[in-house]
């Protein structure tokens, strides 16, 4: 699998949520603003990510998966931080802390497939 620094980016802002989200759970009983902002700079992250693969997939190089697969779990890694974010305003728990956390993982993972879709990686 060919890696580029859009991946390596995302696993580290990913990264970075999750610890910040763990430590965050462990240390408080409400969301922690360091583990807030992380989800949402992995927000920021998709959406440039997405144009990114747009302009890409505009100037000729193709996606050696399926496109629709793609953009797919594109969209839908999208909805996954916003709606830990959300989750985390509304319930002031220790728990909320955990969602931001699983976010961060869960976004880690479809990144993960994503490039292997670009590349045409077979799934492990």
Do not use: H
């Amino acid at each position: 699998m060919i890696v580029d620094g859009f991946f390596i980016a995302g696993v580290i802002l990913c990264a970075l949520a999750v610890l910040l989200g763990v430590l965050a759970t462990i240390m408080r009983d409400y969301p922690d603003d360091f583990a807030l902002v992380s989800v949402a700079l992995l927000e920021v992250f998709l959406v440039v990510y997405g144009i990114a693969a747009a302009i890409r997939q505009a100037g000729g190089q193709t996606i050696n998966g399926e496109p629709w697969e793609f953009w797919g779990y594109l969209l839908t890694a999208l909805l996954i931080p916003a709606l830990a974010f959300i989750w985390a305003v509304t319930d002031k728990s220790r728990w909320s802390n955990t969602v931001l956390a699983v976010s961060g993982a869960i976004v880690f993972v479809m990144l993960f497939r994503m490039e292997q879709i670009w590349d045409g990686a077979l799934p492990a």
